[in-house]
């Protein structure tokens, strides 16, 4: 996805803006992200009497992203009162980091600019799993960390050594980029327990379905089923 109408993002974060909370500062914030799927998602800052729980406007786009189904962030306008470019604050970008990674365009007065000119060096989920012992989610190869959050993931019951197992393969899918060819960006090895399976999925993308040895699909993602798969995955 190239192409960016960073007018209409303004346009979308400016509305938000409009409706932000802020009688403390009298510094109202709107932001408009663009998500990997197409869809725009929205947020306002939200003051609190304890200052320190202050939610930013970058706070209320990462919230909606994943209410609304997840995925990842490709493009960001953030403004101020007078509907012109905002930098983000040190911790939204962090939270944008997490959640579009190196690549995802913050609008800036000049031109747009990449998390990694943002955010040099940072910190990520890569640093967690480097820690020698200490694994909170399946390795995500490095190769495949900008692929995060996007994509599908299939869970499947197989055979090995005459014994059903479970395994999975990660696959690409048709909107993620434009005229990108679909297929697997990577297949899982197996386990006797399909949670595990399901664990791994979940490392790489929100959206996990399982097929099970009838060929009756499920729903094992984050949030909501979605209306083509109504029914939600039940171990055992």
């Not at 820690?131 to 869970?155: C, I």
Request: a negative charge.
């Amino acid at each position: 996805m190239t192409d960016i109408d960073w007018a209409r993002l303004r346009a979308a974060a400016t509305e938000a803006m409009r409706h932000a909370y802020a009688p403390y500062s009298t510094f109202p914030v709107g932001a408009a992200a663009l998500v990997d799927d197409g869809r725009v998602v929205v947020g306002c800052n939200v003051e609190n009497a304890a200052y320190g729980v202050t939610l930013c406007a970058e706070c209320g786009v990462v919230s909606s992203l994943h209410a609304t189904g997840g995925g990842r962030l490709v493009a960001l306008s953030c403004v101020d009162a007078t509907g012109e470019p905002l930098m983000p604050c040190g911790r939204c970008r962090q939270l944008l980091w997490e959640n579009g990674g190196p690549e995802c365009l913050i609008e800036s007065k000049t031109r747009p600019l990449r998390m990694a000119e943002l955010l040099p060096h940072a910190f990520g989920v890569e640093d967690l799993e480097a820690v020698t012992g200490e694994t909170p989610v399946p390795v995500v190869p490095e190769r495949l960390a900008a692929w995060r959050g996007r994509g599908t993931v299939f869970v499947h019951p197989d055979m090995s050594a005459g014994q059903q197992v479970w395994t999975a393969y990660w696959e690409r899918s048709a909107g993620d980029d434009a005229g990108a060819e679909t297929g697997v960006l990577e297949e899982a090895p197996s386990w006797d327990d399909p949670a595990e399976a399901i664990t791994w999925g979940l490392a790489r993308t929100p959206r996990v379905v399982v097929v099970d040895a009838t060929g009756t699909i499920f729903w094992a993602g984050e949030g909501e089923p979605p209306a083509e798969i109504p029914v939600r995955w039940a171990a055992g």
